[in-house]
């Protein structure tokens, strides 16, 4: 069983709909849950990070955690043909950052304009 | 925002001869460092721990002898592949955990080896 689950996709939405992403992860133990947008080639960069079961939101992003289910989702409201690239979840420890975040394989996203 | 430089950002290499990556916090001490490696349309592989001042610790497969890193400073870590071969053509990120709650990443190395 991997870590860190995904689905690879494509997600094809539509511009200005919401794309819905989501995450499964199996250690429990986990205390840290991030995610990250990588365009083809280029490393990943964060878009954001949750720590505490329930909502965080950021502009269009809203990022979802349930740590019972161990399920942790990202929402990307009004969708932008700039989104269309690679989503990956990650998830790790509460520490001093001395340990690694564990990836998921990515979900490939596609909006079309 | 914290900033990792990392360098060359593309490099071509014949078999059998090694690379050097660096890794550079800007704005930031890194204490720890890591390593990943990503194939095309794989996610990214955690390959090392890199700790200042210490040795690395390296994942289950990875060989330390090909893949050599060094932590100098609380600023600067390298990743040297040695002996490089074809099969370790791919994209190499580093990362650390920046000041705030989030792990930067480097702008990776796209290495291929001919």
């Known amino acids: 069983q991997k870590e860190v689950e995904q689905n690879s996709g494509p997600l094809s939405v539509p511009e200005g709909a919401i794309a819905s992403l989501n995450c499964t992860y199996s250690?429990?133990?986990?205390?840290?849950f991030f995610w990250y947008r990588q365009y083809s080639g280029k490393s990943p960069e964060l878009i954001m990070f949750i720590y505490s079961n329930g909502d965080k939101e950021d502009g269009r992003f809203t990022a979802q955690l349930n740590k019972a289910s161990q399920y942790v989702s990202l929402l990307i409201r009004d969708s932008q043909p700039s989104d269309s690239a690679t989503y990956l979840c990650?998830?790790?420890?509460?520490?001093?950052?001395?340990?690694?975040?564990?990836f998921g394989s990515g979900t490939r996203l596609q909006v079309q304009p | 925002g914290a900033v990792v430089s990392q360098h060359p950002s593309r490099v071509i290499c014949k078999s059998g001869t090694s690379v050097k990556i660096e890794c550079r916090s800007l704005d930031f001490q890194a204490t720890t460092m890591f390593w990943y490696r990503q194939f095309p349309k794989q996610s990214l592989m955690l390959m090392a721990t890199?700790?200042?001042?210490?040795?690395?610790?390296?994942e289950q497969g990875v060989e330390k002898d090909k893949f050599l890193i060094n932590h100098a400073s609380l600023t600067l870590s390298t990743l040297t592949v040695t002996s490089a071969h074809p099969e370790d053509s791919s994209f190499y990120i580093c990362?650390?955990?920046?000041?705030?709650?989030?792990?930067?990443f480097g702008s990776g190395t796209r290495l291929t080896v001919v």
């Open positions: 890199s700790n200042e001042g210490s040795k690395a610790t390296y």
């Open positions: 250690d429990r133990g986990s205390q840290s």
């Open positions: 990650a998830v790790g420890p509460m520490d001093t950052g001395r340990r690694a975040l564990t």
């Open positions: 990362s650390a955990r920046d000041r705030g709650s989030g792990y930067t």
